[in-house]
């Protein structure tokens, strides 16, 4: 049996948050990619509309890129 932890940001309240904002759009991405998804996946149009503005951790990012948009010459 594989047991899965969700990493809950305890630091911010979520019932005071737009959550239709595109900050809130940026910043759940980021928690996710960066701290741990738990069982929830990745929206790619999301991922794909926001790109330019997130701030992932390097190798990471490098590797989303590269199953985004393959090798780039």
Do not use: C, H, T
Request: no cysteine.
């Amino acid at each position: 049996m594989v047991e899965y932890s969700i990493m809950y940001n305890w630091s911010s309240d979520l019932k005071k948050v737009n959550k239709k904002s595109e900050r809130f759009a940026i910043w759940s991405l980021e928690q996710g990619i960066n701290f741990g998804l738990g069982r929830e996946k990745l929206e790619e149009a999301k991922l794909r509309k926001y790109w330019d503005k997130l701030d992932l951790d390097p190798k990471r990012k490098m590797f989303l890129e590269f199953l985004l948009w393959g090798i780039q010459s």
